[in-house]
């Protein structure tokens, strides 16, 4: 049972554009969401993370965006640069989990 | 970076044979994790540790077992080892107060051959 789910396994933007990557969830107890990059041969990094008082939250070129009501989020890279080609992966957890749950990644490819 | 250090980083081993690998934090996490990333799959949680001698399995915990004596340590022991084992292993801490975000280590490439 896939609780967070990231169905583009894969998405190639032209530099300079905007990348937009998409994660849905099903249980309703996740209150906390993160995204983390992963570059090869490395382990994730923390990107961002949104809580869900929040329907949106900002960090430079990069922005989360919350839809409780659907249960999803994206994750917007406004411009996308070469250095921003990697896997992405969502993660959710809530209150007392202990645990993070994550997607299964989405390949994000930078075109110059 | 967070002191996260996994070890071997790389292990090619044969069917049925025991493999331990080691997870070792210098930044006094109470939580500490192993996932294994598989195509497809993504990240998915083997076992945790909410402290010393505390551990819970995670949702990939079949043919895994973990030991956890000190604060710092955090071992992964496969005890006969298949080819459906084949992965790389990331460990992970956290201090997870509230909500905070979890550390990974390089991560270990494991073959069973």
């Known amino acids: 049972d896939q609780q967070v789910k990231q169905n583009s396994p894969s998405l190639s933007v032209q530099e300079g554009r905007i990348s937009i990557l998409n994660c849905d969830y099903t249980?309703?107890?996740?209150?906390?969401f993160l995204w983390y990059k992963k570059y090869p041969a490395e382990g994730p990094t923390f990107l961002i993370s949104i809580s869900s008082i929040k329907d949106k939250n900002e960090d430079g070129r990069f922005t989360v965006f919350l839809n409780k009501s659907a249960k999803h989020l994206s994750l917007h890279i406004v411009p996308s640069q070469p250095g921003d080609s990697a896997v992405y992966f969502c993660?959710?957890?809530?209150?007392?989990?202990?645990?993070?749950?994550f997607g299964q990644g989405t390949r994000l490819t930078i075109n110059p | 970076d967070a002191g996260i250090t996994q070890s071997p980083r790389h292990k090619v081993t044969e069917t049925g044979t025991p493999v331990t690998l080691r997870c070792h934090q210098t930044e006094n996490h109470r939580y500490m994790y192993w996932y294994r990333q598989d195509p497809g799959h993504g990240l998915r949680l083997i076992h945790y540790?909410?402290?010393?001698?505390?551990?819970d399995k995670g949702e990939v915990s079949d043919g895994y077992s973990v030991s956890r004596s000190k604060t710092e340590d955090f071992l992964l022991t496969l005890e006969s080892a298949t080819s459906s084992q084949t992965s790389v292993y990331f460990c992970a801490i956290s201090d997870f107060r509230g909500n905070t975000e979890a550390f990974f280590g390089q991560g270990t490439r494991l073959t069973v051959v």
């Open positions: 993660a959710a957890t809530f209150q007392g989990a202990q645990k993070l749950v």
């Open positions: 540790s909410y402290g010393v001698k505390d551990t």
């Open positions: 249980n309703s107890m996740f209150d906390y």
